[in-house]
């Protein structure tokens, strides 16, 4: 894998950094899917994404059950 050396902000860089740490992730790592999805999306990343994100967030029902109606009772 090769290497890049970009410049920037100061400020940028410590945000980047603070963001990448909150998710879990590193700078590079961060940038590296930015690039990716910006340049070379595939038509399942956002899918990818939605099933990273559910994993991620460890919902739990409790066991209740629901319906398609039921999603409509707010």
Not at 38 to 55: G, I, K, Y
């Amino acid at each position: 894998m090769a290497n890049v050396t970009i410049s920037i902000d100061d400020k940028l860089l410590k945000e980047g950094r603070k963001y990448a740490r909150m998710h879990g992730t590193s700078l590079n790592s961060l940038l590296r899917q930015l690039l990716s999805k910006t340049v070379a999306p595939t038509s399942n990343d956002w899918l990818e994404e939605c099933f990273r994100l559910m994993d991620r967030a460890k919902g739990d029902s409790k066991g209740e059950k629901w319906n398609r109606e039921d999603l409509y009772d707010v």
